[in-house]
T-cell receptor, first 108, second 113 residues
Framework: GQSLEQPSEVTAVEGAIVQINCTYQ??????LSWYQQHDGGAPTFLSY????GLEETGRFSSFLSRSDSYGYLLLQELQMKDSASYFC?????????FGKGTRLSVIA | EAQVTQNPRYLITVTGKKLTVTCSQN?????MSWYRQDPGLGLRQIYY???????DKGDVPEGYKVSRKEKRNFPLILESPSPNQTSLYFC????????????FGPGTRLTVT
């Protein structure tokens, strides 16, 4: 089967940097995705890593280590609007499987 | 505009009264899926469809039915809703089953009393 582990909650200060980790167990791994969901909203796609290394998209970066079955989402220059839940998801031989999500609270 | 639509957005119903939540996408996606989201449990997959007339159970299919008669539509049917099906439901679609980017509908908040 497939399983993903990520912290349930993270709190960080506005303007700071926060890292949300994700470890996974899966067969036939293709890549790791990240999604953002604001309260009351739908999940939206943020990033995808198929290869080892760091992918940067503005203030957000995502990292993957296939050998460690580990990835993280890095958010820099945190803003209040970044308060949301963040889900990692693995794609492989089966349809996309989501982690339980990490609730990020950005405080002033 | 490329989108996934769901209806209704909010529904309050009573135990045992059959209901259908519709889902439609205009992106010609092959893959469609239904999730329910409950506090602390993340997104749990109910059913998915890899193409027309091809559906399969996800992690929590009990009490639900689906059909995929047309590529764009993937309705979720609750034949006899129960209070434990009170949840937030999302429909999603993607180009194919292996795609890493899924497009989600706005969600349907269902309350069963």
């Amino acid at each position: 089967g497939q399983s993903l582990e990520q912290p349930s909650e993270v709190t960080a200060v506005e303007g700071a940097i926060v890292q949300i980790n994700c470890t996974y167990q899966t067969s036939g791994f293709y890549g790791l995705s990240w999604y953002q969901q604001h309260d009351g909203g739908a999940p939206t796609f943020l990033s995808y890593n198929a290869l080892d290394g760091l992918e940067e998209t503005g203030r957000f970066s995502s990292f993957l280590s296939r050998s460690d079955s580990y990835g993280y989402l890095l958010l820099q220059e945190l803003q209040m609007k970044d308060s949301a839940s963040y889900f990692c998801a693995v794609s492989g031989n089966t349809p996309l499987v989501f982690g339980k999500g990490t609730r990020l609270s950005v405080i002033a | 505009e490329a989108q996934v639509t769901q209806n209704p957005r909010y529904l309050i119903t009573v135990t045992g009264k059959k209901l259908t939540v519709t889902c439609s996408q205009n992106m010609n996606h092959e893959y469609m899926s239904w999730y329910r989201q409950d506090p602390g449990l993340g997104l749990r997959q109910i059913y998915y469809s890899m193409n027309v007339e091809v559906t399969d159970k996800g992690d929590v299919p009990e009490g639900y039915k689906v059909s995929r008669k047309e590529k764009r539509n993937f309705p979720l049917i609750l034949e006899s809703p129960s209070p434990n099906q009170t949840s937030l439901y999302f429909c999603a679609s993607s180009f194919d089953a292996g795609a890493y980017e899924q497009y989600f509908g706005p969600g349907t908040r269902l309350t069963v009393t």
